[in-house]
Antibody, heavy 120, light 109 residues
Framework: QLQLQESGPGLVKPSETLSLTCTVS??????????WGWIRQPPGKGLEWIGS???????YYNPSLKSRVTISVDTSKNQFSLKLSSVTAADTAVYYC????????????WGQGTLVTVSS | DIQMTQSPSSLSASVGDRVTITCQAS??????LNWYQQKPGKAPKLLIYDASNLETGVPSRFSGSGSGTDFTFTISSLQPEDIATYYCQQYDNLPPEHTFGQGTKLEIK
């Protein structure tokens, strides 16, 4: 059974960089059929796609966040990571990692999510 | 960018009721439309893919329809365990990009 697990600091100061890692177990991140993505959800609000990465390293970002986002992959560790720079309180959210099909875009496996709070 | 308009934002219904949620795309998205259920404190769960296909293991009371710009999600007979927020999601694969609807919070009357 595929499992995804987010990890990283739960508190980040304004103007600093948020860094999270997603560890994939029970399957290979190097599958040619899937992308690996980050989605966030501010408290009490809806879902926002941040970006996705292919095992080769090709990345795709939400245009509204593109200038601040970097997603990378480490196939040797079966992990992918998110960096979001210059954070503000508006970036406070539950951050999810997920797998999605290259064709249908179905987000079929999700991590449990991790709350990141931006505060001094 | 494609915008997704989901309605209603909230809905109250009784057990056994038929419940319908709609999602409208700002341009033709063919059938690249998926539906998710999210319970409080949990990650979203895929229910319907490609507008009308039921994900494995999902009860048959859930269904989806539509193509182009107008889509519908239906629960044929509402059960207490269906209380959740439901999201539509559009997917563009050239390049990969996801857009979610605003969500519909479903409550028991």
């Amino acid at each position: 059974q595929l499992q995804l697990q987010e990890s990283g600091p739960g508190l980040v100061k304004p103007s600093e960089t948020l860094s999270l890692t997603c560890t994939v177990s029970g399957g290979s991140i190097s599958s040619s059929s899937y992308y690996w993505g980050w989605i966030r959800q501010p408290p009490g609000k809806g879902l926002e796609w941040i970006g996705s990465i292919y095992y080769s390293g090709s990345t795709y970002y939400n245009p509204s966040l593109k200038s601040r986002v970097t997603i990378s992959v480490d196939t040797s560790k079966n992990q992918f990571s998110l960096k979001l720079s210059s954070v503000t309180a508006a970036d406070t959210a539950v951050y999810y990692c997920a797998r999605h099909s290259r064709v249908a875009g179905t987000l079929d496996y999700w991590g449990q999510g991790t709350l990141v709070t931006v505060s001094s | 960018d494609i915008q997704m308009t989901q309605s209603p934002s909230s809905l109250s219904a009784s057990v056994g009721d038929r419940v319908t949620i709609t999602c409208q795309a700002s341009q033709d998205i063919s059938n690249y439309l998926n539906w998710y259920q999210q319970k409080p404190g949990k990650a979203p769960k895929l229910l319907i893919y490609d507008a009308s296909n039921l994900e494995t293991g999902v009860p048959s009371r859930f269904s989806g329809s539509g193509s182009g710009t107008d889509f519908t999600f239906t629960i044929s007979s509402l059960q207490p365990e269906d209380i959740a927020t439901y999201y539509c999601q559009q997917y563009d694969n050239l390049p990969p990009e996801h857009t979610f609807g605003q969500g519909t919070k479903l409550e028991i009357k």
